[in-house]
């Protein structure tokens, strides 16, 4: 398992357990996290599960695809270098640890 921590908007935390395997937009969704709201269920066909990576892990995770890239373009106040969509990481040992932080909404 991997602990990623889900930092909404107000600054409340959500630390929670996540299998390998899974996506960190799934992680959020399975455990009640507010804020990730995933539309379309994972299928990078929206941007509702938009998060801004925490600085010290953007290095750490893969890179964005082009899909991905072109969703972030429908997503609200993006960050060229922090901003991901959920849906997109896929959870290793290797993220325990991972923080991101909820925008104030999703459109």
Known sequence: M????YVEYSGKRH???VKPGKTVMEGAR?????????DCGGACACSTCHVYV???W???IPQKDAM???MLDFAYKTDPKLSR?????????ALDGLVVNI?????
């Open 85 to 93: 969509l959920t849906c997109q990481i896929k959870v290793t040992e």
């Open 54 to 56: 925490a600085e010290e």
């Open 30 to 38: 399975d455990n009640g996290v507010p804020g990730i709201d995933a």
């Open 68 to 70: 991905e890239e072109d």
């Open 15 to 17: 630390d929670v357990q």
């Open 103 to 107: 925008p104030e909404k999703q459109i």
């Open 2 to 5: 991997a602990l990623i921590t």
């Open 58 to 60: 953007v290095d750490r």
